[in-house]
């Protein structure tokens, strides 16, 4: 009934070797300009400045968790028992496009135009004007609405959200796999394999069998060691924070200075707009401010494209003067590796029932009692 | 006598696991601006249109070679003994500087500037305003001299020349590597390590002993792979081809139609406009040019954006009438793994004589009489 | 129609990460006691003497064997549609079991049994007394029968013979990879994937796609470096020719001393005796000559047990007096990556013809017009 | 003053790339035939029954415990200025011998001889009559009583006993990165590199210094992981019950039946004696079993040869009567993948002072948490 491509397209990938696209309308997703954009926006955001290798982008994420979703809905017998050929597809494309709504620099973004990536990514894809909406809508009027009700939970069928968005996602999967590979670290991998093997359909809801669990264990080690070494890295964060003071310091005086090509960052946004904010755009501006009259702007410009990063310090008192402080508090939920709150990571013992890993995982539930406390940085120059 | 870091620092690279730097100099080089800017050209062009995680950076590749080019300093036993250690700062700042004068999408750029990359490196490192020139000068007044002399290959020890540009050289190991590493092929590893067990120094020479031959064989046969699945393939071609039609149309009109962020191109190059000419500018102006009034540019930048790639046919002709035609003419030097001409491998044998690997490898004579012919390529649509 | 196992059985394998099992016949081969023999002969002969980790069994191999045969039968569209079902299990069958007949230290056993290990992998199948024979019975009269045509080349579908055994076969993609991992060269990896993604059916031949002929040049590379590298390295050789040479001699003085575990080497053999007959019996026999009374099979049980391997020469001559002397003549068919007379590997071109790669890949045309010659070495002491 | 090889040795290992040996005293010992003995005894004892190719033998591991060992001594600056030349080779022979006194199936042979493996190493290191005692002897009179030394803690140098045989040894890390490589499994990896990096001395007591806490968090998980997913598979101890079933039941009945081949186990141990007991002649001895008169001594040999394994219960009663049963007790200490009491993990803090790792990682406060019970696995048939 949906339209196939003329032969499977593939593209080589180092996490899944290959990405199979058969569905023209994966294809098609894929070759919107909303989708091509996302080559423009890096996955780590300023961690490239630390590991330097760590220069993907979004793009390949997102061709990457559309590929574990496929994964999951055909070689794992009990979901493709489970789901009819269109839920299928509307899950795969759920997978591919999750990430749409990412601005450059995420987080920076987001407390510019106070709008989270998820609603924005939700919003592209309702949008009529956005190419990415015809495509999908080409192929079945409601295959928008569909799309957009896995991406906020509210599909009747809840597993779809689950695959998307849980504990245990193609995204995180994915993320971890990459960003482990391009950063050059070992500590994201786990055995991707082994969790699809164990992989079940339980009532409805996503679960792995007993004898994937440790395979799970590691999964959740690789998230902490993850977060650890490199998503919570403080050079990558004052790489970032010099990005947003930039951003903030032009906010504040661009009344008298005008910086051209930043000022689509303080129009509303449109799809129209959001499609011309990128990286490439920022970097440019960046280049700009050089030549501009404010010293702190030019400063912080320099310090951006040079790298010259902000000092930090843990959990201390700063004295003195600087010309640039900023402090930030770090939850618990940033760095716990696991939470288990309204959605654990299920287990589907030998008697056929379903329950929460930390009932059954000696290492889980010694990391769910680890000790956690609100944890400070300062960074400063 | 040279300043060494305080502590040793360490890169995590996933090519070569550490990049190790003791030296500072070699610490100050990586910060300078010029070295810096690195980060904003891509490694392998447009070939991210075809490979998607092929994203990575000159800046990651310069950091690699620097590496192989430290390696072969204190790991080669026989080198390690015949250098001493001023030399060996000269070699590994060679390695570390030798792409500097990468334009953004290195072919185009050098064919609108009409000047070699690797004449803009040497400037680079030869000009007082430059923060490489003073950090290389502040070390020892002849280094940026030095340097430059081992790039153009007038240094009086030809060795150093030969472990940063020859057949078996520091750059073309790191970039084998590297590029298969990202673009996930694996036709481009050979095993460097046995490859620097085995490399000897005789009579001022790089060769290698007998029993290295066979990793000699699978590097050659992995930059044959390299070429023609990664670095001559079409669809990288085609995206570059598009690029530099876009400029050439740019530049034809330019006097009609501004795009502010494309000026700088067409002004005379100095070192300052060149540390701005990097990709983000580009792909600033591809933006821009999406709301210029010539049609031509416009439906260029549009492809750029959001790759809609030229068609090509092999060796054809082309009838009918196209909008875009671009002919390329491949020499044989483009796509032989290994020429022998002025610059052989040198194998070391048991009588302790070198020769010329096409004389005692097999596989190397019989790839030299490989039938090659001048092919034509024609991108059009 | 064919019996499945209750559940897929998966078992972990460094090369392809998981052995998938679903028939109930191959799972009761692989228990049946010929097969579980297998683990007592190791894959690589006197190898585990070179490269020390080079310890791994025929048993391993031949599960690899199996799940390549398997993945060509499942995975290429193509084949899976050409074969019906009882055709993939004699082939499955068939790629499990082509080992079977491998006696300890292959090479030597043969010429001490004048016995090819192929004959006598049919006789084991045939055989009515072997478990695997009345596993393979039950399943299907005629089973054994099928089996052996395919190992004989006189199956009515001769594709079946040529996944098992050709120039591009399961046999060796299998043992390439397998003991390039297990000896850690990287010089036997090829990219499996690819070959299997371009593998094609044509008049029922096995053929692959033009876009996949890199790929095969690759192989037949990593097939030149694993000879080189590997299967023909002369201190693997010394090893074997010990145990010849010990073999040897006691053959000729057994009527005065006697190692009874080693008698039944000069027995008939049947397939009770070639049950029993494995590398443990080997080097259990060798400790027991330890204690003989001929001072020639004492000194040659203690080299093989302390890896004293004899002295070698490449095309000279040996003057003066030694104790051991063996002349090995290489043909040249032994150390010729590829060959070209009945049985090419072909190449599906664009205009969906099949033509010998030979004719296609300028570096096969390359390596077939190598200079070869007889060689000679000479292992003494 | 020590005497070194003509060259530097390198054997090609697929976990360490080269083991590097410059000194002739290693070469000697590797040569000697006590060391050339552990080819014939496996690694991982019965585990080669659920994971087909852990097949590796301890002749590998003792050269990988060495490798890493000589990287301690001379990549850790440390370490390299902490210890003189005789003390790393002090060290370096007792990484590389520290396995010598391992009988076949280790934990069967135990409990047989009443020995433990490391009194049989200290014993053959001693011993006059063996090669080794001669090779080391030679070197230096003391070395074999230093070398027994250290393998006992009773050396005054602490330190090298803990590269040796401590929380954080060569030991284990070389048989959790080796025995993951061969089982195929990814659980065993952590990241060496940096442990290597981050070591350091304080107080002549190995530590490791904070920035490396997670890669040793990440070594305590993969030992964890190891211990359920490979070394305390019921499989694989169900195996070697079968075998220690049939040594006790041989026991029994040796007054009556004779196995020759077996009698070497009850004979008094020496040097001699041991020299022979390796696992061919078990399964020597297994075949010959399957022809004697007692029915149960020929149904084990049979089960062992063709892998029947007994069936097992975890924390269960057993009911009924069976052939065979035996009762495994797991204490603890067996699965706990971390102990913090007399010998913890170092951590040296940013105010250079040495604290247990349990004081500063949040996981492994955790896991020393775990609940843990005293286990019952029951194996029967």
Not at 20 to 29: A, E, L, M, N
Not at 107 to 133: A, C, N
Not at 219 to 237: E, G
């Amino acid at each position: 009934m949906f339209n196939r491509t003329n032969e499977a397209k593939v593209l080589r990938d180092p996490i899944h070797e290959y990405i199979h696209i058969s569905y023209q309308v994966i294809w098609d997703c894929l070759n919107s300009r909303e989708f091509q954009r996302l080559r423009r926006i890096h996955q780590l955001g300023g961690n490239f400045q630390v590991y330097h290798t760590a220069e993907h982008s979004r793009f390949s994420h997102s061709l990457g968790v559309y590929e574990i979703v496929r994964r999951m809905c055909y070689e794992v017998e009990n979901i493709n028992n489970s789901l009819n050929e269109f839920e299928k597809i509307q899950v795969m494309c759920a997978g591919l496009l999750h990430d749409l709504g990412h601005g450059p620099f995420s987080h920076m973004f987001e407390s510019i135009t106070q709008k989270s990536h998820e609603d924005i990514t939700m919003e592209l894809i309702l949008d009529e004007k956005t190419e990415v909406h015809q495509v999908l809508k080409k192929e079945h009027t409601n295959l928008p609405n569909l799309i957009v009700s896995i991406l906020n939970h509210s599909h009747p069928n809840q597993m779809l959200s689950q695959m998307i968005s849980s504990q245990l996602d193609a995204d995180r999967m994915d993320y971890l796999l990459r960003d482990a590979y391009e950063t050059g670290t070992s500590y994201g991998k786990f055995d991707l394999e082994r969790i699809l093997r164990t992989l079940r359909v339980k009532d409805g809801n996503l679960c792995v069998k007993e004898s994937g669990m440790h395979s799970i264990e590691d999964y959740i080690m690789a998230r902490y060691h993850m977060y650890w070494q490199v998503y919570l890295h403080p050079d990558a964060k004052s790489y970032e924070i010099l990005i947003e003071l930039f951003i903030k310091r032009y906010q504040k005086i661009r009344n008298q200075i005008k910086i051209q090509s930043l000022e689509l960052l303080f129009e509303p946004l449109t799809s129209d707009s959001f499609y011309l904010l990128d990286e490439n755009r920022l970097f440019y501006s960046f280049q700009q401010a050089l030549f501009c009259e404010d010293e702190e702007l030019k400063d912080l410009a320099n310090r951006i494209l040079n790298r010259h990063l902000l000092s930090f310090k843990e959990d201390e008192k700063l004295n003195g003067h600087y010309q640039y402080v900023y402090i930030e508090q770090q939850m618990e939920q940033d760095y716990l590796p696991y939470h288990e709150n309204k959605d654990p990571i299920w287990i589907l013992n030998k008697n056929n029932e379903c329950i929460p890993i930390s009932k059954c995982s000696e290492i889980v539930k010694a990391l769910l009692r680890m000790e956690t406390k609100t944890k400070k940085r300062i960074f400063y120059n």
